[in-house]
């Protein structure tokens, strides 16, 4: 006898270390949290492990600790279930008004989240708290509200445990025991078990065998009350849950009531229970309830006084605690409005910043608009200067040394038709009548260049066509122009570019003219897939027979063409074959 009381000491010691180690690994963990989402996920397991070690006034400390912790305006998994695990709180210490508030508080936060599983754990909470102030047929309804919004497959990554399908099934059970409907309870609680041994539940599977004992005795089967009840405790003695333990022999004492010696027996038991265990309030209201039903029948006037002055004690302690939770709830809620104020006040200053960013930007912006409008004015202005004196050196070189040249060449020409001309004064009228005409050429193409009207790929090419027509007319060299750009109208060259091609090309005719000895010039203006404006002459006359048969021509159109970041190649190929290539 001895040898099993040494081991059944043993046994509560070493779960009292074990306890005592998860408790300081806990703690450990807490210390160890950088972020406040750390804390407040540490915080939060350190109530849930004191609810499940039954020590109610350590799991309210760290969820107190927790509220501090979240932001008033945050609406998230964890802030819902903060309000779950009030409520149940509340509900071990029997301030079910308390709980059913904080279970409302839940379901709308979770209804926001569109979270079923969330959902179904404010009903349920709300439902047995519903429950204990005896509102059967309401409690019922949250209860099933919380069995239809359970999903079928439950994630285990969230910071609490959800409400499993059992302790839904068991409840109900209870509400119909409660209803005098012994058969309906057997089934639910059935269904309840069955959920219980699936999940491998520690708590659950004594819920149930302890309820299959209430409703044997409701049914006046005591026998199976009793081997239900058995069994519960256990199941409950063997998991630690001394709440259920406690309830246990509360109900066998009912199942021996008319045994004086085993009710007493099973009475002090819980009695030492209580003494010795940290049990919460409202299990041991019930307890003692029992216990005094059972002493009423057997007529034990002093233990009736005992029980019914134990049972003061509980509903004094009630009322101290919630007066205790008041003043809590009091105190949370101005650390709740403090919070949302100094929230406020923070956006508030945010906005003032961003307001003052706001309007420094404006003015920059401003500053900046009104300097880009005075460049592209003053731009605007030199332009229409650089424009309006182009156009008056246009003009004065059309009128006043245009006109000139045309004096001259006329003069010229009379000079070589005079019959009083010697043939020395006709060679030096060919020679100023020759000269004259490349000046003047040169002057039109620089008055050209010059005039802004003619800023488009069609006036170029109607340039260059019109001097290449002019430049073999009444020779022995046939000129083909072939154009295959359309709406060369919209296509902009400035005065430079048209100025620097042209020249470029106009090298290459003339070479051609002089020095190929061909009867055939194709020239071919094409707009290429990169955008680039390529023109190809092609004669057939005798190519480049030596390497400098083209002069200081050859260096001047790549000095013209690299100038407009362009590219040009010549090549002997069944006469000479020029590809100049400029981007647009």
Not at 194 to 211: D, H, L, V, W, Y
Not at 223 to 233: E, G, H
Not at 296 to 321: E, W
Not at 410 to 431: F, M, N, R, T, Y
Request: aromatic share 10%; glycine share 4%; hydrophobic share 35%.
């Amino acid at each position: 006898m001895n040898y099993y009381v040494k081991w059944f000491v043993f046994l509560i010691f070493a779960k009292g270390n074990a306890q005592n180690t998860v408790e300081k690994n806990k703690l450990q963990e807490l210390k160890n949290c950088k972020t406040e989402q750390c804390k407040i996920a540490k915080t939060f397991r350190l109530a849930e492990y004191y609810l499940e070690t039954d020590n109610i006034k350590l799991s309210q400390y760290w969820l107190e600790k927790t509220k501090d912790l979240v932001s008033p305006k945050v609406t998230d998994s964890t802030t819902v279930f903060i309000h779950s695990l009030q409520s149940e709180l509340y509900y071990y210490d029997g301030l079910f008004q308390f709980g059913t508030n904080e279970a409302e508080k839940a379901i709308e936060k979770a209804t926001k989240l569109r979270d079923s599983l969330l959902i179904a754990d404010g009903y349920f909470f709300k439902g047995i708290n519903q429950f204990e102030m005896s509102e059967y047929n309401e409690a019922e309804k949250l209860l099933w509200k919380a069995r239809n919004f359970q999903p079928k497959t439950i994630r285990n990554n969230r910071i609490r445990s959800a409400i499993q399908n059992e302790y839904i099934f068991n409840n109900i059970a209870q509400l119909k025991l409660k209803k005098q409907q012994p058969d309906s309870a057997i089934w639910y609680n059935l269904r309840a078990y069955q959920f219980a041994k699936q999940n491998q539940s520690k708590r659950g599977i004594p819920n149930t065998e302890q309820t299959f004992g209430q409703i044997y005795l409701q049914k006046q089967n005591r026998d199976s009350a009793a081997i239900y009840l058995q069994r519960s405790l256990f199941s409950a003695q063997k998991s630690n849950y001394f709440d259920v333990v406690l309830l246990d022999y509360g109900y066998l004492m009912s199942c021996f009531d008319k045994n004086q010696e085993v009710a007493d027996q099973y009475f002090e038991k819980g009695q030492k229970l209580i003494d010795t265990k940290i049990i919460n309030l409202a299990f041991k209201r019930l307890f003692y309830n029992i216990a005094l039903d059972v002493f009423q029948k057997n007529n034990q006037i002093d233990k009736v006084a005992f029980v019914q002055h134990k049972i003061i004690a509980i509903d004094d302690k009630t009322k101290l605690k919630g007066n205790s939770y008041i003043q809590n709830i009091t105190e949370q809620y101005a650390k709740n409005e403090t919070k949302l104020l100094k929230l406020q006040i923070d956006e508030l200053k945010k906005e003032r910043e961003f307001s003052i960013l706001q309007l420094i930007a404006a003015l920059l912006s401003v500053v900046l608009l009104s300097l880009v409008i005075i460049i592209i004015r003053r731009k605007n202005k030199l332009q229409k200067n650089l424009l309006r004196q182009k156009n008056e050196i246009s003009k004065d070189l059309h009128d006043d040394i245009g006109s000139g040249l045309s004096s001259i060449l006329i003069h010229a020409d009379l000079l070589l038709k005079s019959g009083d001309a010697d043939e020395k004064q006709k060679l030096l009228a060919s020679k100023i009548g020759q000269t004259g005409k490349e000046i003047s050429q040169r002057l039109n193409t620089f008055i050209w260049s010059l005039n802004a009207e003619h800023n488009t790929l069609q006036d170029f090419l109607e340039y260059l066509k019109h001097y290449g027509t002019t430049l073999f007319d009444e020779t022995a060299v046939k000129f083909t122009f072939d154009n295959e750009i359309y709406d060369t109208e919209i296509i902009k060259m400035n005065g430079q570019m048209r100025k620097n091609l042209f020249y470029a090309v106009k090298e290459v005719l003339n070479n051609s003219l002089k020095h190929a000895n061909g009867t055939s010039l194709d020239l071919t203006v094409r707009l290429l897939p990169s955008n680039q404006l390529q023109i190809r002459i092609q004669d057939n006359g005798s190519g480049i027979v030596k390497e400098n048969s083209f002069g200081n021509g050859l260096k001047n159109i790549q000095n013209r063409v690299e100038e407009l970041k362009g590219t040009s190649t010549v090549k002997t190929d069944s006469g000479l074959l020029t590809v100049i290539s400029i981007p647009l």
